[in-house]
């Protein structure tokens, strides 16, 4: 079974340029979640969904970042625009539904913002 | 505000001794506390878990202990190895809050051969 896939696995661009994120959960998977994981730290959770719903986005910061899952499969994150201290670690975890603790964590892209 | 402290920030094991690794925790509200593995360049991996109702838990080399009036868990790695160089990061939730997993900070375990 194919765990969580995320592309692409490391972007560069420049600071004020837009960037997107795609994720693809674990088959059957209907809650998705996007951390941001910065160097050294844990990651932090920025929006998690139920199907298509976002139900917690509170830590998003929604003047910049986006994000979607029309078809309450796979996700995109955007960011427009990109400023420096974006550069991090963006992972994409996926759990069985609402009630489920297990969360399984996709390899990450990794952005750098020059 | 920091919810879960994780401690040692690194550690270093030689070949075939224990690795213990400590979380405490602030709210009491926490019922889920898992374990997960991160190696470099991969998202972190699911380790092992345990819920408050127990005081430990056992799989192969890898054991959570919990006290729960203490507000702290750790992580045992018996026996380890030079392939369980990683980072460990301890994390938290609860059902009341979607989930939402609060990570430690994280430490970076090396076993030497």
């Known amino acids: 079974e194919a765990g969580v896939v995320q592309s692409p696995r490391y972007k560069i661009i420049e600071k004020k340029q837009p960037v997107a994120f795609w994720c693809n959960p674990i088959?059957?998977?209907?809650?998705l979640y996007w951390y941001l994981q910065n160097l050294g730290q844990g990651p932090e959770l920025l929006i998690r969904?139920?199907?298509?719903?976002?139900?917690?986005d509170s830590q998003l910061p929604k003047d910049r970042f986006s994000a979607e899952r029309l078809k309450g499969v796979d996700s995109t994150l955007k960011i427009q625009p990109a400023e420096l201290g974006d550069s991090a670690v963006y992972l994409c975890?996926?759990?069985?539904?609402?009630?489920?603790?297990?969360?399984?964590f996709g390899p990450g892209t990794r952005l750098t913002v020059t | 505000q920091q919810q879960v402290k994780q401690s040692p920030q690194s550690l270093i094991v030689q070949k075939g001794g224990i690795s213990i690794i400590n979380c405490a925790y602030e709210?009491?509200?926490?019922?889920?506390f898992p374990w997960y593995q991160q190696f470099p360049g991969k998202g972190p991996a699911l380790l092992i878990a345990?819920?408050?109702?127990?005081s430990e838990k056992k799989e192969g080399r890898f054991t959570i202990s919990f006290n729960k009036s203490a507000k702290q868990f750790s992580l045992h790695i018996m026996d380890s190895q030079p392939g369980d160089s990683a980072t460990y990061f301890c994390?938290?939730?609860?059902?009341?809050?979607?989930?939402?997993?609060?990570f430690g900070s994280g430490t970076r375990l090396l076993v030497r051969p």
């Open positions: 975890a996926s759990s069985l539904n609402a009630g489920s603790y297990e969360q399984y």
């Open positions: 088959s059957g998977h209907n809650t």
């Open positions: 969904y139920e199907n298509e719903e976002a139900v917690d």
């Open positions: 709210n009491t509200a926490f019922d889920y």
């Open positions: 345990i819920r408050p109702d127990v």
């Open positions: 994390a938290a939730s609860k059902s009341d809050s979607s989930y939402k997993l609060i």
